[in-house]
């Protein structure tokens, strides 16, 4: 069996099959002696064989001048020589990947060679041993590119509500009043005038109602806003449905018996005198007296000159001409209020002194 030599083991010149000796020793190594010696199976030297090897008692190599060396093997095979035209190269790695491996490590040790403070190797570095950077994902730029546009909208809604809220560009200038009838509409402008220079944003209509709260004759309020700067009131005023005497004087009263307003008795508004002066508002006989009240229509309730409750719940009215309704109590004071009407503007009653609607489908007229 043929036998050959690794690479790295020296050349041999073969001689004819079955010779124990080469004809040439070729040494490419003084170190590759050894590696020879055991890749030919022998664990120890020969002191006589390494002479005539060439190799001294130093154990240092030193060529061999005249006949080749006899070589020993361990089996009957002869030994052959290696030609080394036929012998190839190993690759080197190469590639994309195999670069960028290749830098990374060198940058890793360069790395760790920087955090144990060795100059030596800092100064050496080279500046083609930089770290290959991949491109960054398509997910990770979108990613970005979100947050990016979550910033710039989150600075754009807090930049416009400083303007919104906090900007004199909204702010009101104008407080438009109306339905001001018994109202003074000085003393709404005046209890407006907090809202004056603030920004529309900042004031809602509660705001308002509850300025407007402290004013008798205001029953309720609606309010529009008109961007930029202006400010709609809408008054639904109280109506005063009787007066009472107060001292010298009249007070206008409304359905509840809220005061409204005083007035001198000449001029005494077109409602019924309620008898009893200020003390009748907070008793039942003025809450019956004014439902009945708030029950007419306009035209008839004009035409009366008092109204009373004389026995308990019993309301009697009394128009200017002296004719006299007997309401009887306030239960279907809608229904009654609509035959009343009908009766005083008929011309068959015209001469009649009392009119009784306490049943309002049996009315009786005398």
Known sequence: MARSLPPHQPSFGGRASGEAHSEDFHAADPGSEEDSVASAGLDERDPAWDADWGVGPDGEFHGVEDDPPAV????????????TGQLEAAPAAGG???TWRARRRAARAEEAAGSTGDPGDAAGEDADSTVLQFP?????????RRLITLLVSLAALALLALVVFFSPLFAARTIDVEGATLTDPQAVQEALSGFQGVPLTRISKQDVRDSLGDVPQVKSVDVVFHPPHTITVQLHERV???VVEDGDSLMLVDSEGKPLSTVA???RPDVPLVSGGRGVLSTQKFTDVSAVLAA???EVLS?????????GSAVELTFKDGRKVLWGDASQSDFKAQVVAALVNSEATANATQIDVSAPLHPVVK
Do not use: M, Y
């Open 72 to 83: 020993r093997v361990n089996d009957s095979g002869k030994v052959t020589r290696v030609d």
């Open 96 to 98: 994309r990947f195999s």
């Open 136 to 144: 960054p994902s398509t997910h990770r730029r979108r990613r970005r």
């Open 240 to 242: 005063g449905v009787a």
């Open 265 to 267: 008795k000449a001029q």
């Open 296 to 298: 007419l229509p306009a």
């Open 303 to 311: 035409r009366l000159e008092s109204a009373a409750a004389p026995s």
